[in-house]
């Protein structure tokens, strides 16, 4: 079975702290996706990025940040120096080959205080 | 082509009404999925299509609901007999298929049973 676990619910920072949310994956395949979306108040999902299972390498876009690492099953994100646009619900999700749908985790609300 | 759009954005019926939701997904995608998500959880798949043919359906989809393509373009989520535990965000998404795992989702439809 698959599986995506985001055990922080909320995590409140004050504006140019840095902050990282947490996701655990569980899946037997050795090919998956991983994602991770960003749902503002307006309620589209915004896609973030994408990695595969062969790819551990570690990405960088701006302020944001991934850490893939397979030997504990987590794909984390860091946001360097939060802003009040970052605030939003952030949903990590797992793919797996064969299956061909997203299977998502219960997402992390994050606010960004001024 | 904007991306995916979903009509209308906000349904309120009453218990026991027919409802439908309509989605546009981003031109020769071949893959349509639709998801719902209830207030503090991630998105659920329901179904998705590859063109026309509708591939899986989730058990989350009770003989109340029922999806079509009809020429592998826009499709209609329709439920009949609507109860309060329908309340919840439908979202569509989709993807170019062919082993392209990039989904991209629309705004959704907020329904609420009342």
């Known amino acids: 079975a698959q599986k995506v676990t985001q055990a922080q619910t909320e995590i409140s920072v004050v504006e140019k702290e840095d902050v990282t949310l947490d996701c655990v994956y569980e899946?037997?395949?050795?090919?998956?996706?991983l994602f991770w979306y960003k749902q503002p108040p307006s309620g589209e999902l915004v896609f973030l990025i994408r990695?595969?299972?062969?790819?551990?390498q570690n990405e960088i876009s701006g302020r944001y940040s991934w850490n893939f690492q397979k030997s504990t099953s987590s794909f984390n994100f860091t946001i360097t120096a939060s802003q009040v646009v970052d605030s939003a619900v952030y949903f990590c999700?797992?793919?797996?080959?064969?299956?061909?749908?997203?299977?998502f985790g219960t997402g992390t609300r994050l606010q960004v205080f001024p | 082509d904007t991306g995916v759009s979903q009509d209308p954005r906000h349904k309120i019926t009453k218990r026991g009404q027919n409802v439908t939701f309509r989605c546009d997904p981003i031109s020769e995608h071949n893959r349509l999925y639709w998801y719902r998500q209830t207030l503090g959880q991630g998105p659920e798949f329901l179904t998705y299509?590859?063109?026309?043919?509708?591939?899986?359906k989730s058990r989350l989809l009770s003989d109340r609901f029922s999806a079509e393509r009809p020429k592998g373009s826009f499709s209609t989520l329709e439920i009949q007999r609507t109860e309060q535990g329908d309340s919840a965000m439908y979202l569509c998404a989709s993807s170019p298929g062919r082993g392209n795992t990039e989904a991209f989702f629309g705004q959704g439809t907020r329904l609420t049973v009342v």
């Open positions: 999700a797992l793919w797996v080959q064969n299956t061909d749908k997203l299977i």
């Open positions: 899946t037997r395949d050795t090919t998956y996706y």
């Open positions: 990695r595969n299972s062969f790819d551990e």
């Open positions: 299509f590859q063109n026309e043919a509708q591939l899986e």
